[in-house]
């Protein structure tokens, strides 16, 4: 009895107090469209991650949809219909020529502390900003770096290359134990990481980009970029075996979990995604991608691929919706998401997982950021889809020459442009 | 009567054609199967060696934590519905559109027809806007009503071939015998159909059962998702994340074993005698 | 018939494929004379930019040839093994009802599994076909790499060829079904084979159910999408685009964020425009008078 009537009066005055200190905050849901599917591991942490928010703050709960990759496209329909959403999350590439394109996604300057940047990692938040105005808060950090088997490099008695020449001599270290060192699966993206780096460590950071940028095409034409498609066609039969022209995502990046190749050019989820067949000790390694003789870009300048969220514009609860998108880069939630989600931290300070520590370095030592694939696919869609990935795809497999793909490079740009 | 040396020979060599083709099928069954019980790697590692220690777990795994177990009698109850309704809708409409005569039945058969020529991904932003203003988005009864319309001008098509194939002597027999144009329908040329009827019935609920498109679309509560749904997100969880290919193999097998149960069981139905009997 | 008949058995059919199916699809087709991103931003009248743009758009032009190759090599392919199938099936073999089911199977199975099965088919080093042909001792057509850019499309093929002659056999089949066991009896008698018995008795008495199923494949080549799709990989191959997947990668940003519904609305009306076309070609090519008994 005596209890009873004690924890009603408590209960009024918790209530009282809420009424005094924080009179707008009313019990509200927010709702959250997901790119993860639920029992993904990421999908376990960001649960977690809404559970310890509504811990903080009993008034606001969360109901998600776990939708898997589609999420955006998703959306496009829910949200002609009507549906009301408040976050969602998506690579951050693609929020760009989607939500954030279209003026649906909530503006966040003026909304978030003013010196939110600097608490992630170098160059994060700036990096899906158009024309300096934030919209996304990327919470998973992805690089693009060779990731390879530690245990192959040291019986080869080879070093991490810091050069391409040195990547090519580790190539040729690899080979003399009968494996090859470099592996790639056969999609119209894959080859990109290497021509699109390349022209990068030769141009500097952003070249792909600013190659197409120039509308005339010409700039296809100068000696680098043809330069670049030659070293990226050079790997094959030494670095990359002939046979892997013939494997589909993903018998390539599985070789490498098998012990039969080194390694391969691809994002941080690498290792997670060959989790269950590489086993929990596979001594992975990673490294970034080489400079070259005689080019701008430094070896530490890095390609990466972040997953963001986003508030909507149409939210109504864009308060909340924000303060917890601040939340979910905080150091708390930043540390669930990599102990739970086994992913790259965006916030400075946050250690990743063990098996990821070397892309950790890279990403903290970075001297520039710049998107995967070289950035075209961001805002030209359209030309990197139908244009760029596939004709720089049969220049990378051999089936057209290098001089003849930057030539063909030249005229389509011209032609695209002349278009617009 | 016994069949003759050269009808032997004939019969052994559709035998090793048949049986070859049929094998490799089995083989492929089989494969999936044992994929769905060995590790990530030695699927990849040895693609055609038979699992050292089969891991069920997969499918503890795939049943429990992907939720397959509740996605099962949802697409279960979805794909029954929207075929028995595909029935009664299609069956009299393809009878009329074969049997009748009346102006325009070519028009409108011709207008079922060029349906199947739209791209289903052109549907999916007008059905979401529709579905919702009547209040049927995310929702299996929704669902159903979509799977039923999008699949009607396949089935009427089929349907009206069948019937139109059918002797027409038997019907103008049975009207001289009394029966009104219902009767005929039902006693008549219904049964007579009913081959027909099986083969679409099965052909459909294969096609919906393994369909994600529109459900993908339609549908975003967890607790009223397909399994071809689950498989979709089994399927996107390899980018990025686990890798577990043998728990797809798993989720695909727990796909696959219902419809092929009902095949076997249906392929039965469609040449028992009773449609053999109305002909003969 | 009676006229009442007539309309109470055909309403509940039109109605909802008016509602469900042709409303959606008008509001969509209209679409493709607007550009738009779908996001509910309000369109830009293009008139028939888009299409104007897509007969220039040599990827479009792509999509057209693969989609005419999985047609027409696809077709003859499927169609000779279904009637194949249909003639050692009816010939009085022992299994009848085992051998049709097994042909059908493919179809039961989740596209994705399928094209996975048949990558292990295809890969290198580690894939059926390579490790045959090293097992028999022919080095050279172990070392072929069936799934390379350039091979691609027919290995896809092969696989499609095999999925989808199940299907269209078993429709034969069905229709095969429903001839009277004694017209075979009577030819039997007369020491016709099975070839024969095939083409003096059941392709007239099913002459209408083979013009149906190829209508029907027309139909699926023109749209077809998943089985190509699902062989590229995570991101489409331009090597096996065809329309439909060329269609989605415009208007449903697959993973690049493209989002040109319009301009994916006027393939689409295209892909129509074509089925429309060949449908009323193969009717009119295959019509002929129903034959009765």
Same mark, same amino acid.
């Given at each position: 009895?005596?209890?009873?009537?004690?924890?009603?009066?408590?209960?009024?005055?918790?209530?009282?107090?809420?009424?005094?200190?924080?009179?707008?905050?009313?019990?509200?849901?927010?709702?959250?469209? %997901?790119?993860?599917?639920?029992?993904?591991?990421?999908?376990?942490?960001?649960?977690?991650?809404?559970?310890?928010?509504?811990?903080?703050? /009993?008034?606001?709960?969360?109901?998600?949809?776990?939708?898997?990759?589609?999420?955006?496209?998703? =959306?496009?329909?829910?949200?002609?219909? *009507?549906?009301?959403?408040?976050?969602?999350?998506?690579?951050?590439?693609?929020?760009?020529?989607?939500?954030?394109?279209?003026?649906?996604?909530?503006?966040?300057?003026?909304?978030?502390?003013?010196?939110?940047?600097?608490?992630?990692?170098?160059?994060?938040?700036?990096?899906?900003?158009?024309?300096?105005?934030?919209?996304?808060?990327?919470?998973?950090?992805?690089?693009?770096?060779?990731?390879?088997?530690?245990?192959?490099?040291?019986?080869?008695?080879?070093? @991490?290359?810091?050069?391409?020449?040195?990547? $090519?001599?580790?190539?040729?270290?690899?080979?003399?134990?009968?494996?090859?060192?470099?592996?790639?699966?056969?999609?119209?993206?894959?080859?990109?990481?290497?021509?699109?780096?390349?022209?990068?460590?030769?141009?500097?950071?952003?070249?792909?980009?600013?190659?197409?940028?120039?509308?005339?095409?010409?700039?296809?034409?100068?000696? @680098?970029?043809?330069?670049?498609?030659?070293?990226?066609?050079? $790997?094959?039969?030494?670095?990359?075996?002939?046979?892997?022209?013939?494997?589909?995502?993903?018998?390539?990046?599985?070789?490498?979990?098998?012990?039969?190749?080194?390694?391969?050019?691809?994002?941080?989820?690498?290792?997670?995604?060959?989790?269950?067949?590489?086993?929990?000790?596979?001594?992975?390694?990673?490294?970034?991608?080489?400079?070259?003789?005689?080019?701008?870009?430094?070896?530490?300048? $890095?390609?990466?691929?972040?997953?963001?969220?986003?508030?909507?514009?149409?939210?109504?609860?864009?308060?909340?919706?924000?303060?917890?998108?601040?939340?979910?880069?905080?150091?708390?939630?930043?540390?669930?998401?990599?102990?739970?989600?086994?992913?790259?931290?965006?916030?400075?300070?946050?250690?990743?997982?063990?098996?990821?520590?070397?892309?950790?370095?890279?990403?903290?030592?970075?001297?520039?950021?710049?998107?995967?694939?070289?950035?075209?696919?961001?805002?030209?869609?359209?030309?990197?889809?139908?244009?760029?990935?596939?004709?720089?795809?049969?220049?990378?497999?051999?089936?057209?020459?290098?001089?003849?793909?930057?030539?063909?490079?030249?005229?389509?740009?011209?032609?695209?442009?002349?278009?617009? | 009567?016994? /069949?003759?040396?050269?009808?032997?020979?004939?019969?052994?060599?559709?035998?090793?054609?048949?049986?070859?083709?049929?094998?490799?099928?089995?083989?492929?069954?089989?494969?999936? +199967?044992?994929?769905?019980?060995?590790?990530?790697?030695?699927? #990849?590692?040895?693609?055609?060696?038979?699992?050292?220690?089969?891991?069920?777990?997969?499918?503890?795994?795939?049943?429990?934590?992907?939720?397959? *177990?509740?996605?099962?009698?949802?697409?279960?109850?979805?794909?029954?519905?929207?075929?028995?309704?595909? !029935?009664?809708?299609?069956?009299?409409?393809?009878?009329? $559109?074969?049997?009748?005569? #009346?102006?325009?039945?070519?028009?409108?058969?011709?207008?079922?027809?060029?349906?199947?020529?739209?791209?289903?991904?052109?549907?999916?932003?007008?059905?979401?806007?529709?579905? %919702?203003?009547?209040?049927?988005?995310?929702? !299996?009864?929704?669902?159903?009503?979509?799977?039923?319309?999008?699949?009607?001008?396949?089935?009427?098509?089929?349907?009206?071939?069948?019937?139109?194939?059918?002797?027409?002597?038997?019907? %103008?027999?049975?009207?001289?015998?009394?029966?009104?144009?219902?009767?005929?329908?039902?006693?008549?040329?219904?049964?007579?159909?009913?081959?027909?009827?099986?083969?679409?019935?099965?052909?459909?609920?294969?096609?919906?059962?393994?369909?994600?498109?529109?459900? !993908?679309?339609?549908?975003?509560?967890? @607790?009223?998702?397909?399994?071809?749904?689950?498989?979709?997100?089994?399927?996107?969880?390899?980018?990025?994340?686990?890798?577990?290919?043998?728990? =797809?193999?798993?989720?695909?097998?727990?796909?696959?074993?219902?419809?092929?149960?009902?095949?076997?069981?249906?392929?039965?139905?469609?040449?028992?005698?009773?449609?053999?009997?109305?002909?003969? | 018939?009676?006229?009442?008949?007539?309309?109470?058995?055909?309403?509940?059919?039109?109605?909802?494929?008016?509602?469900?199916?042709?409303?959606?699809?008008?509001?969509?087709?209209?679409?493709?004379?607007?550009?738009?991103?779908?996001?509910?931003?309000?369109?830009?009248?293009?008139?028939?930019?888009?299409?104007?743009?897509?007969?220039?758009?040599?990827?479009?032009?792509?999509?057209?040839?693969?989609?005419?190759?999985? =047609?027409?090599?696809?077709?003859?392919?499927?169609?000779?093994?279904?009637?194949?199938?249909?003639?050692?099936?009816?010939?009085?073999?022992?299994?009848?009802?085992?051998?049709?089911?097994?042909?059908?199977?493919?179809?039961?199975?989740?596209?994705?599994?399928?094209?996975?099965?048949?990558?292990?088919?295809?890969?290198?080093?580690?894939?059926?076909?390579?490790?045959? #042909?090293?097992?028999?001792?022919?080095?050279?057509?172990?070392?072929?790499?069936?799934?390379?850019?350039?091979?691609?499309?027919?290995?896809?093929?092969?696989?499609?060829?095999?999925?989808?002659? *199940?299907?269209?056999?078993?429709? +034969? !089949?069905?229709?095969?079904?429903?001839?009277?066991?004694?017209?075979?009896?009577?030819?039997? +008698?007369?020491?016709?084979?099975?070839?024969?018995?095939?083409?003096?008795?059941?392709?007239?008495?099913?002459?209408?159910?083979?013009?149906?199923?190829?209508?029907?494949?027309?139909?699926?080549?023109?749209?077809?999408? @998943?089985?190509?799709?699902?062989?590229?990989? /995570?991101?489409?191959?331009? %090597?096996?685009?065809?329309?439909?997947?060329?269609?989605? +990668?415009?208007?449903?940003?697959?993973?690049?964020?493209?989002?040109?519904?319009?301009?994916?609305?006027?393939?689409?009306?295209?892909?129509?425009?074509?089925?429309?076309?060949?449908?009323?070609?193969?009717?009119?090519?295959?019509?002929?008078?129903?034959?009765?008994?």
């Amino acid at each position: 009895m005596l209890r009873s009537s004690r924890s009603i009066f408590s209960s009024m005055l918790a209530g009282c107090a809420l009424a005094v200190m924080a009179p707008q905050a009313q019990a509200s849901e927010l709702v959250f469209w %997901s790119m993860w599917n639920e029992p993904e591991p990421q999908a376990v942490a960001l649960r977690a991650i809404m559970d310890a928010y509504t811990a903080a703050h /009993p008034e606001t709960t969360f109901s998600a949809v776990w939708n898997g990759r589609a999420n955006q496209t998703k =959306l496009r329909s829910a949200l002609q219909a *009507g549906t009301k959403v408040d976050l969602m999350d998506q690579d951050g590439d693609q929020l760009i020529g989607g939500l954030q394109k279209q003026g649906l996604a909530l503006q966040l300057d003026g909304l978030v502390k003013a010196d939110f940047g600097a608490s992630l990692l170098p160059g994060v938040f700036d990096i899906y900003a158009s024309e300096g105005k934030h919209y996304q808060v990327p919470y998973v950090y992805n690089s693009v770096n060779f990731w390879y088997n530690k245990e192959i490099l040291e019986e080869a008695g080879a070093q @991490e290359p810091a050069t391409f020449d040195e990547l $090519l001599a580790m190539c040729d270290a690899v080979r003399k134990l009968d494996k090859y060192a470099l592996v790639v699966d056969n999609d119209d993206t894959y080859a990109l990481y290497y021509f699109s780096y390349l022209l990068e460590r030769k141009l500097g950071v952003n070249a792909l980009v600013t190659t197409f940028e120039d509308k005339t095409g010409e700039s296809w034409l100068k000696p @680098e970029v043809l330069k670049a498609a030659q070293m990226a066609q050079s $790997l094959w039969g030494r670095c990359i075996p002939d046979d892997a022209r013939g494997f589909q995502y993903p018998a390539g990046q599985q070789t490498v979990a098998l012990g039969d190749s080194m390694g391969n050019l691809n994002g941080s989820w690498l290792p997670a995604e060959l989790s269950s067949s590489a086993g929990e000790d596979f001594p992975w390694g990673a490294f970034n991608f080489p400079s070259v003789e005689g080019g701008k870009g430094k070896q530490t300048d $890095l390609q990466v691929a972040l997953l963001s969220m986003i508030a909507l514009e149409s939210s109504e609860h864009k308060e909340e919706a924000v303060d917890f998108l601040e939340f979910l880069v905080s150091e708390e939630a930043q540390k669930i998401i990599v102990e739970q989600g086994s992913v790259g931290s965006t916030r400075a300070g946050v250690a990743w997982p063990a098996i990821l520590e070397e892309a950790y370095q890279a990403a903290t030592n970075a001297t520039a950021i710049s998107n995967i694939y070289g950035g075209v696919g961001i805002n030209y869609p359209d030309f990197y889809t139908t244009i760029l990935a596939p004709e720089q795809n049969k220049m990378f497999m051999g089936q057209t020459e290098a001089k003849a793909f930057v030539e063909a490079m030249a005229a389509d740009t011209k032609k695209y442009w002349e278009a617009k | 009567m016994r /069949p003759s040396t050269h009808q032997r020979i004939h019969r052994g060599i559709a035998w090793v054609i048949l049986g070859g083709w049929g094998g490799f099928t089995v083989f492929l069954v089989l494969w999936v +199967i044992m994929a769905s019980l060995k590790s990530t790697r030695s699927l #990849f590692g040895k693609p055609f060696e038979f699992p050292s220690a089969p891991a069920f777990v997969n499918y503890s795994k795939v049943w429990v934590t992907s939720h397959f *177990g509740e996605y099962f009698l949802n697409s279960l109850m979805v794909v029954t519905a929207s075929v028995i309704g595909l !029935l009664v809708v299609a069956l009299p409409a393809a009878y009329v $559109l074969s049997r009748g005569k #009346f102006r325009g039945r070519k028009a409108l058969l011709n207008f079922f027809i060029f349906g199947m020529g739209i791209p289903i991904p052109l549907l999916f932003i007008p059905l979401v806007v529709m579905l %919702s203003e009547i209040g049927l988005i995310d929702s !299996l009864t929704g669902l159903t009503l979509v799977y039923l319309s999008v699949s009607l001008p396949f089935t009427i098509y089929v349907l009206q071939g069948f019937f139109s194939s059918l002797p027409s002597d038997l019907e %103008s027999a049975a009207v001289i015998d009394g029966c009104n144009d219902w009767q005929v329908f039902w006693h008549v040329m219904l049964p007579l159909a009913a081959p027909g009827a099986a083969t679409v019935a099965i052909l459909n609920f294969v096609g919906l059962w393994n369909e994600y498109q529109i459900s !993908l679309v339609l549908i975003n509560a967890q @607790e009223k998702r397909t399994l071809s749904l689950g498989i979709y997100s089994l399927m996107t969880s390899m980018q990025y994340s686990g890798g577990n290919w043998p728990g =797809l193999f798993a989720g695909v097998t727990i796909v696959m074993v219902p419809t092929i149960l009902i095949y076997i069981f249906l392929s039965d139905r469609m040449i028992s005698g009773i449609t053999m009997g109305g002909v003969k | 018939m009676r006229r009442r008949m007539v309309i109470i058995f055909l309403a509940p059919a039109v109605l909802l494929y008016l509602f469900f199916v042709l409303a959606p699809a008008a509001a969509s087709f209209y679409l493709s004379l607007f550009q738009t991103s779908g996001f509910g931003e309000t369109p830009r009248w293009v008139g028939f930019g888009n299409y104007i743009k897509l007969f220039s758009d040599p990827v479009f032009w792509l999509s057209i040839t693969n989609m005419a190759l999985i =047609l027409t090599v696809g077709g003859v392919a499927i169609f000779g093994l279904a009637f194949l199938f249909t003639i050692l099936i009816n010939s009085g073999i022992w299994g009848k009802k085992l051998f049709r089911a097994l042909i059908f199977m493919p179809n039961v199975i989740a596209v994705v599994a399928l094209s996975t099965f048949w990558s292990f088919i295809y890969m290198p080093r580690y894939g059926m076909l390579s490790n045959i #042909f090293k097992y028999i001792g022919f080095d050279q057509a172990a070392a072929i790499s069936w799934t390379a850019p350039e091979n691609i499309i027919w290995s896809m093929l092969i696989g499609l060829v095999w999925i989808s002659t *199940g299907f269209f056999t078993i429709l +034969i !089949l069905a229709g095969a079904d429903k001839i009277p066991t004694d017209m075979y009896e009577a030819a039997r +008698i007369e020491g016709a084979g099975p070839v024969q018995m095939f083409r003096m008795i059941t392709v007239p008495m099913i002459w209408d159910v083979i013009a149906i199923t190829m209508v029907l494949w027309v139909i699926e080549a023109i749209k077809m999408m @998943e089985f190509p799709f699902a062989f590229g990989g /995570p991101t489409p191959v331009q %090597s096996l685009l065809t329309p439909s997947i060329y269609l989605f +990668i415009m208007g449903f940003g697959f993973r690049q964020p493209v989002y040109e519904l319009g301009y994916a609305t006027a393939i689409g009306v295209c892909m129509f425009l074509f089925t429309v076309v060949a449908v009323l070609i193969l009717t009119w090519a295959t019509r002929r008078d129903r034959v009765e008994f």
